[in-house]
Nanobody
Framework: QVQLVLSGGGLVQAGGSLRLSCAAS????????MNWYRQGPGQQRELVAG???????NYADSVKGRFTISRDNAKNTVYLQMNSLKPEDTAVYYC???????????WGQGTQVTVSS
C-alpha cells in the first residue's frame, strides 16, 4: 500500500506565493509520473503540472511561467512552487503519482488554496 501526504496550501493574497509538497510512503520501488491537479468550485479536476521520472515537465497553459514543479526522488516527494498567484488559482489541489511495483496510481488527500483579490 502507498500513502501520499500533502502539505502546504492556505490563504494568500493575489500576487503572493505558496509551495505545496506531496510525499509518498509505503511499498515503493520507483515512482514514474508525479502530477499536480486542481479542482475549482463547480469545475472538473484538471492537470496543473506533471514531471516524469526523467525530469521532463509539462504545465497547463494557465500556469506556465508562474508555477514550477520539481521532485526529490530520494524523498519520494513532489513539489509545486506557485508564484504570482491569481484569484482564479483558487481550488483544491491534489497530487497524484504512478508507483512501481504495480504501476498503480495514487492520490493525495487534497489541500485548499485560496487566493484573495
Amino acid at each position: 500500500q502507498v500513502q501520499l501526504v500533502l502539505s502546504g496550501g492556505g490563504l494568500v493574497q493575489a500576487g503572493g506565493s505558496l509551495r505545496l509538497s506531496c510525499a509518498a510512503s509505503g511499498r515503493i520501488f520507483r515512482i514514474n509520473d508525479m502530477n499536480w491537479y486542481r479542482q475549482g468550485p463547480g469545475q472538473q479536476r484538471e492537470l496543473v503540472a506533471g514531471i516524469t521520472s526523467g525530469g521532463s515537465t509539462n504545465y497547463a497553459d494557465s500556469v506556465k511561467g508562474r508555477f514550477t514543479i520539481s521532485r526529490d526522488n530520494a524523498k519520494n516527494t513532489v513539489y509545486l512552487q506557485m508564484n504570482s498567484l491569481k484569484p482564479e488559482d483558487t481550488a483544491v489541489y491534489y497530487c497524484g503519482m504512478t508507483v512501481i511495483p504495480g504501476n498503480g496510481h495514487y492520490w493525495g488527500q487534497g489541500t485548499q488554496v485560496t487566493v484573495s483579490s
